[in-house]
């Protein structure tokens, strides 16, 4: 299949991500699946799926969206940046990694046929396979199924726009707030992951964030603290999640201290209304109720007890002092 995304030549000019490959002829762009052949951008990979099965929403992760529900959860090969520490190298970092192929319609069958009516596009990065994603994303629409994504955010702004046109629910990485750690240690490009934060919030997605906590990286105070104001500056009522690493694929550092986490995670708290820590027992995992201080969402691992939320006319509420809860998408708080 080819490029909807690709100039034609020799080399082939690939306008999808910031990383703006002139792939050359029988070649690859640098996130491995987007190819030239003939003069043209071609995408084999396309419905090229690693896993597919059920998980917690908790896990992708998002908090404020659908407490408590299961979402279909798909993967792919490759990646457009080369993190060292990536969690899902065996992936991102290898297009030869076993893959089932799948049509848009068979994969949006295979939703249904789980019980499911949400789909998340995750685990590795999902917009490199853009023509796939939004041939699904289409579909699921239709069949009223929400789209849910999971993503570097690295993206050129127009396709970017496109796929957050059809997205429902989007967490998006904020790996550090130094252009420089983008560009020489995961070969990423912070303006265009928060040009695209930005989009997403101003096309009103359901928006949360991460930042995999990564010592010897990104754990100092002052760099979680320029994450935040980045953050801030869109909204700060977005939920950010900082998670614990552990050692992986080039990383050898030791895993993140909880304690260190929960710390950062409580000075980053007096600037924004909702900071979590993730990957680790204990911590800040419950959603407390902006007016009344009462625990809307208790958390325990990818367990939620959303019993502090009641719906009324479609709209998340607390249960206490039935003021407007920061929760989002449609169905019970169960
Ligand atoms: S999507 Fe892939 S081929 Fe295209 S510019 Fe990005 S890394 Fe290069
Ligand atoms: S962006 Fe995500 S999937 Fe890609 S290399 Fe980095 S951590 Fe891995």
């Known amino acids: 299949m080819q490029s909807r995304y690709a100039l034609p030549g020799k080399p082939v000019q690939c306008l999808l991500c910031p990383q703006s490959c002139a792939i050359p002829e029988g070649g690859w762009g640098k996130c491995g699946v987007r190819g030239g052949r003939n003069g043209a951008g071609v995408i084999p990979y396309y419905g090229g799926i690693t896993a597919a099965v059920l998980d917690p929403i908790e896990k992708k992760p998002l908090y404020h969206y659908r407490p408590g529900s299961s979402v279909f959860s798909v993967g792919f090969v490759g990646c457009n940046l080369g993190c060292p520490f990536c969690q899902n190298w065996r992936i991102s970092q290898n297009r030869d990694a076993p893959v089932r192929y799948y049509s848009p319609e068979e994969l949006i069958r295979q939703v249904q046929s789980a019980g499911a009516d949400q789909i998340a596009y995750t685990y590795s990065e999902p917009l490199i396979h853009l023509e796939f994603l939004l041939d699904c994303m289409s579909l699921a629409r239709k ?82 603290s320029l994450c935040a104001g980045l953050i801030a500056q869109v909204s700060p009522d977005i939920p950010w999640h900082l998670s614990a690493y552990h ?67 479609g709209v998340y509420r607390c249960a206490h002092c039935g003021g407007p809860a920061p929760f989002r998408g449609k169905g019970s708080c169960a």
């Open 143 to 224: 069949a009223g199924i929400a789209n849910i994504l999971v993503s570097n955010g690295c993206i050129n702004p127009e396709p970017g726009a496109e796929v957050l046109s059809l997205t429902d629910a989007a967490n998006i990485d904020l790996k550090s707030g130094s252009e420089e750690t983008y560009r020489r240690v995961l070969g990423g490009d912070l303006p265009s992951a928060l040009r695209f934060i930005a989009a997403a919030w101003e096309m009103k997605v359901h928006l949360e964030l991460t930042t995999l906590v990564v010592p010897g990286l990104n754990d100092g105070s002052e760099e979680i």
């Open 247 to 313: 050692p992986d694929y080039l990383w050898k550092a030791p895993p993140t201290d909880p304690v260190r986490l929960t710390a950062l995670a409580r000075e980053a708290g007096k600037r924004l209304s909702y900071v979590y820590t993730g990957n680790i027992a204990g911590g800040i995992a419950d959603t407390r109720c902006p007016d009344c201080g009462k625990i809307l969402a208790r958390r325990q691992g990818y367990r939620t007890d959303a019993g502090g939320l009641v719906i009324k006319a």
